[in-house]
């Protein structure tokens, strides 16, 4: 049971970071349409932050699922 619960609690965190990473890539988008100059720097460093945190959460969480799948298989 444990085991199932933790696969449940993997894949809830890689539907919440996928989220925040479009979340990320729309407000990267939507940073081209502002007019002031300040603004449009400030949202881009944002949107490139929650991009690469998410990114790296993706690529972590999927590189710990597929050692505990490893070990679950021997």
Not at 19 to 32: D, M, R, T, V
């Amino acid at each position: 049971m444990k085991s199932k619960l933790w696969w449940i609690g993997q894949c809830l965190l890689i539907v919440a970071a996928t989220f925040f990473l479009f979340y990320g890539i729309s407000l990267f988008k939507a940073a081209y349409k502002l007019n002031n100059p300040f603004d449009f720097i400030m949202m881009i460093f944002a949107s490139n932050l929650i991009i690469l945190i998410n990114g790296t959460l993706l690529v972590g969480i999927g590189y710990r699922m597929i050692n505990v799948y490893k070990l679950l298989k021997k």
